[in-house]
């Protein structure tokens, strides 16, 4: 599976797409809307162009989400264009709280295909970003960091490396309630194993969140089995192991946990459990979602993540 559809709302706004030569007619239309940046695979204007292009026809001091879509190349260069334009203007942009950096599908760039920038400048002139989503993870760069205000904060990719679970874990995010990261596969970028994720969740205390998510990953099953064994388990809203490769082994897991009660919602969508523990999962004290069933014997007993390339 690839990514084929871009978000037509984000934090509960319909999204609205801006090219360039777009005109927005009511200033305050970023009250409502949430504007996604977009351009062709050849577009002739550059990241810096189409951002002031935006920026020039809105009151940018009610600008609160923002979100970068398909630029131009993206497996050739990643959005520093951007980047650079928003750190130089943060002055002019004192209510923006979330960012999408990346929201293309598979005919714009395939996810594993797109190139990223470094974080480290962004976070540290948006002290006041509450949300930063961020799609692919080649040439991604992050170093530990501080940040009082982050609630949120999701990588999806088709293969997360090591070193970006290790500097998220050696971060200081008081205020962090949802992480999400999007593990992969390991012939697309995945270098990990179950201790850099249960060290990650470790030095960010994961008791304090409401939502977990450790997504799209070929460990499902040795996660399970780790998170099974958590007493703060049964805090969290929701744990969303959806898109990977569960099986029979981490359902018995969370079967045999006994650190559920509390425990709002359990997502295992896309997963490769058998019927007789998809009913013992249908009667824990807790929703349980178990979309997107796969069979492992079309793929030669093989399991494969949802997303990769």
């Known amino acids: 599976m690839t990514v084929n559809e871009t978000k037509d709302r984000y934090l509960d706004k319909p999204v609205v797409e801006f090219r360039m030569g777009d005109t927005i007619a009511d200033p305050a239309a970023v009250r409502t809307s949430v504007y996604r940046l977009t351009q062709d695979y050849d577009s002739a204007e550059s990241q810096r162009d189409l951002l002031d292009?935006?920026?020039?026809?809105?009151?940018?001091s009610a600008l609160d989400a923002l979100i970068i879509g398909a630029w131009s190349e993206a497996h050739d260069e990643g959005p520093q264009g951007y980047l650079d334009g928003l750190i130089e203007r943060r002055a002019e942009l004192p209510a923006l709280q979330a960012l999408f950096v990346g929201d293309m599908t598979y005919e714009d760039c395939e996810i594993s295909w797109i190139i990223q920038s470094d974080y480290n400048p962004l976070l540290a002139a948006f002290p006041q970003l509450r949300s930063l989503r961020i799609r692919g993870s080649s040439e991604l760069k992050l170093e530990a960091f501080e940040h009082a205000q982050l609630e949120e904060l999701a990588i999806e990719c088709g293969g997360l490396p090591g070193g970006i679970a290790n500097a998220i874990g050696g971060s200081k995010l008081p205020a962090l309630r949802r992480l999400e990261l999007w593990l992969g596969d390991d012939g697309y970028g995945f270098?990990?194993?179950?201790?850099?994720?249960a060290k990650l969740l470790d030095a960010i205390d994961a008791s304090r969140l409401d939502y977990l998510g450790l997504r799209n990953s070929q460990l499902s099953d040795a996660l399970a089995q780790h998170l099974a064994a958590q007493p703060w388990l049964g805090k969290l809203k929701m744990l969303d192991l959806s898109m990977g490769t569960i099986g029979d082994e981490g359902a018995q897991?969370?079967?045999e946990s006994a650190y559920l009660a509390g425990?709002?919602?359990?997502?295992?969508?896309?997963?490769?459990?058998?019927?007789?523990?998809?009913?013992?999962l249908r009667a824990l004290p807790c929703k349980v979602v178990l979309d997107d069933p796969q069979d492992a014997e079309e793929s030669d007993g093989d399991r494969y993540v949802?997303?990769?390339e």
């Open 53 to 60: 292009s935006f920026l020039g026809q809105i009151n940018t």
């Open 306 to 308: 949802a997303v990769s």
């Open 191 to 197: 270098d990990g194993d179950v201790d850099t994720y």
């Open 253 to 255: 897991a969370f079967c």
């Open 263 to 280: 425990l709002g919602t359990l997502d295992l969508s896309h997963h490769y459990i058998g019927e007789t523990w998809q009913a013992k």
